[in-house]
């Protein structure tokens, strides 16, 4: 109830209360927490209903475009009811006992395969069904619950490769757009697991230009029949999947466009190529898949044809926020690991655990993993809380931040292990052959950072354009001029004036962090006019990319300003165990988050600091040579 509160009336938080206290900015620390403690707990133990979602929420970071930050969202999300909360941690226990215990790990990574047995108990633990509603036959969990199992599935590699594109992805039109009639025939099996599924929409020359794809339906006579013909490639589970969703191009009034179909094997005309060797997640099934006119029911097409493109894309955009809970699993576990191995090991007469550059590299995994954590539960609670809600580009923001950390954070930890972590007969090595393909799967990063600037300045423009169309006009708009005018001049001087009363929402001790923010997200406001009035509509062209990306990687570092921050607040409001802690590492991960948004709006002024001409040049030469373009270092002219 406290937490539904909280998130219908952002203003709650205004400094006069916290978490339900009266408490003046003026208070110290702790007596503020001394004081939340006894209100947080009396308050949880009535949190008896289920929170009634809210109506809509505007998107966030895609509002930071334009300089608006919705405090709302920084009472940090609750979605859960106490009975939910319960029931989750009920679940918890038979499944962590089965990955984190019982699981053999290393063989399926060995074998590369998962013994039939194996996946049979994970069917049986529900978890082919997680997201599917009750009366279909599944756990019907909500995104911050799936985001918990996922936690745990992810010390398996491979098959939390196989459960995800199964429901993640394989199957997740038919909840979005599937007929009633889709839904009653296949859900109930795929709940199960009696029935698994895939995604089939990259091809050989269609990877992330997803819409260039050429597989092909046609009607046949009959009007009722699709036939499927094209070959995808790359599919998890295509090899051993029972139905798949299916992109193809169709004829529309004359035009070419893609359509959803939900194909069956046993349609016919369907075959697989063999198991991919891959690199990583070595014991989930990737292959090619092979349509001739395999024929498909016309109700089996996906939501109305000619708009699976955009199906497509709402798939792909729904499941990704997953990736943070998944990969801050697979970080806290190796976190756990390696302390205790730092804290055995001996060298020059220390235990490892006491060099500053050991302790360097420890602190900075919890810091990034707390980030990730926070903005995965963060965007999850936000879907859980809301009917109505755009969260494409925060879900893409955890994907990218948590992939690239998973690869960064994974290597410091093997490397803290030392010549051990190089050892197949240690996990590290798997974990980060595993996780490598985050990067590249559901949207490479390089796509979704590109994403997170056109997405948000696509929303940003329209309201912008009046903005420059009104400073361009003067006389007509004197009073506007006069009150831009002297915010530009702050602007270009560093010197942005804060209106959004940030520090006021959070507990005071987070002042620091949240006046940081909120100088980060002016600031930000601003490298947006700056990108859009330097290309205007050539923001898209591909030699801009290294400017506009800027955009990208400083709303990645925002929206995990703010997650940390309404996390850290609200730990330290609820009294619960170590918030003390979780406060350092929301100050630390602002204090770096705010470095590297100076250096990116430094490169976004043009202050001479950046190298994107040289890089750009570097590369073109790289290319007119086709190699690495500078000479031997034992060449000597004229020998
Ligand atoms: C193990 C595995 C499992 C997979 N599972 C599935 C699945 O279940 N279903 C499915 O449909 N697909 C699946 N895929 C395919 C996956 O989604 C694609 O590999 C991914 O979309 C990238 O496409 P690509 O590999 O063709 O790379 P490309 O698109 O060719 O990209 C190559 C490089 O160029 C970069 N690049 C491309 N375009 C741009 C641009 N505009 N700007 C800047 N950089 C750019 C990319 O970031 C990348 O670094 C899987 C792939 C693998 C390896």
């Not at 020059?348 to 655990?353: A, D, L, M, R, W």
Request: proline residues 3%; hydrophobic residues 40%; contains cysteine.
């Amino acid at each position: 109830m406290l937490t539904s509160k909280l998130l219908k009336n952002s203003s709650i938080w205004k400094c006069s209360t916290i978490c339900g206290r009266s408490v003046s900015s003026s208070q110290t620390v702790d007596s503020a927490k001394a004081q939340t403690k006894a209100a947080t707990y009396d308050d949880r133990t009535s949190i008896q209903a289920a929170p009634k979602k809210l109506g809509k929420l505007e998107p966030f970071v895609k509002n930071l475009f334009l300089g608006r930050f919705d405090k709302s969202v920084l009472a940090y999300p609750m979605a859960l009811d106490r009975e939910r909360h319960d029931t989750l941690h009920q679940m918890v226990v038979p499944i962590e006992k089965f990955f984190l215990e019982d699981l053999d790990s290393a063989a399926i990574d060995r074998n590369a395969k998962i013994p039939p047995e194996v996946l049979q108990q994970v069917k049986d633990l529900g978890l082919y069904g997680m997201q599917i509603p009750v009366e279909y036959g599944g756990l019907g969990l909500g995104a911050t619950e799936y985001s918990r199992l996922c936690e745990i599935i992810a010390n398996d590699g491979s098959i939390g490769v196989t459960i995800s594109a199964h429901q993640a992805i394989g199957f997740k039109g038919l909840l979005l757009e599937g007929s009633e009639y889709l839904k009653k025939k296949y859900l109930p099996g795929l709940a199960t697991g009696e029935l698994l599924a895939a995604f089939c929409l990259t091809e050989a020359n269609s990877g992330s230009d997803a819409a260039s794809i050429q597989t092909r339906a046609t009607l046949a006579e009959d009007g009722k029949t699709w036939l499927l013909n094209g070959s995808k490639m790359w599919i998890s589970n295509g090899g051993t999947a029972d139905v798949m969703t299916v992109f193809a191009r169709t004829e529309v009034d004359g035009k070419d466009k893609i359509t959803a179909f939900f194909v069956e094997r046993a349609f016919g005309g369907v075959t697989s190529g063999a198991p991919e060797d891959k690199m990583g997640i070595r014991g989930s099934n990737t292959a090619e898949v092979h349509f001739d006119n395999t024929p498909v029911p016309a109700e089996n097409v996906i939501g109305e044809v000619g708009k699976g493109f955009k199906l497509a894309v709402t798939i792909l955009n729904s499941g990704r926020f997953a990736m943070g809970s998944t990969t801050a699993g697979v970080l806290k576990r190796g976190l756990g690991m390696t302390l205790d191995y730092a804290f055995t090991r001996k060298q020059f007469g220390h235990t490892i655990n006491e060099f500053g550059l050991i302790k360097q590299k420890f602190a900075s995994a919890a810091v990034n993993i707390y980030a990730m954590e926070s903005m995965a539960y963060h965007a999850a609670g936000l879907m859980d809380s809301y009917e109505e809600y755009d969260t494409a580009v925060e879900a893409a923001i955890v994907k990218v931040f948590s992939s690239n950390q998973g690869w960064i954070l994974g290597s410091e930890l093997l490397q803290i292990m030392g010549g051990l972590g190089y050892m197949k007969s240690y996990p590290y090595e798997r974990y980060l052959r595993d996780g490598r393909i985050t990067l590249i799967f559901e949207g490479t990063n390089e796509i979704l950072r590109m994403f997170i600037a056109l997405m948000g300045l696509q929303h940003a423009a329209p309201e912008l354009k009046t903005l420059v169309q009104k400073l361009r006009n003067p006389f007509n708009n004197p009073g506007f001029v006069i009150k831009t005018t002297l915010r530009q001049i702050r602007d270009r001087n560093d010197r942005p004036k804060l209106i959004h009363d940030l520090p006021g929402y959070v507990h005071p001790s987070l002042k620091e962090s949240a006046t940081s923010l909120e100088y980060c997200v002016e600031r930000f406001r601003f490298a947006v006019q700056i990108i859009l009035s330097k290309y205007g509509l050539d923001v898209v062209k591909p030699q801009h990319q290294m400017d506009v990306v800027r955009l990208g990687d400083m709303a990645i570092d925002l929206y995990a300003m703010t997650s940390v921050i309404a996390r850290a607040s609200r730990a330290y409001c609820d009294g619960i165990h170590n918030g003390e802690h979780e406060m350092l590492l929301a100050r630390t991960f602002c204090k770096e988050a705010e470095q590297r948004i100076r250096r990116l709006m430094s490169g976004v002024q043009n202050m001479g600091e950046t190298t994107d001409l040289e890089y750009s040049a570097i590369a073109d030469m790289l290319y007119s040579k086709g190699g690495y373009a500078a000479q031997h270092p034992l060449t000597v002219e004229g020998w």
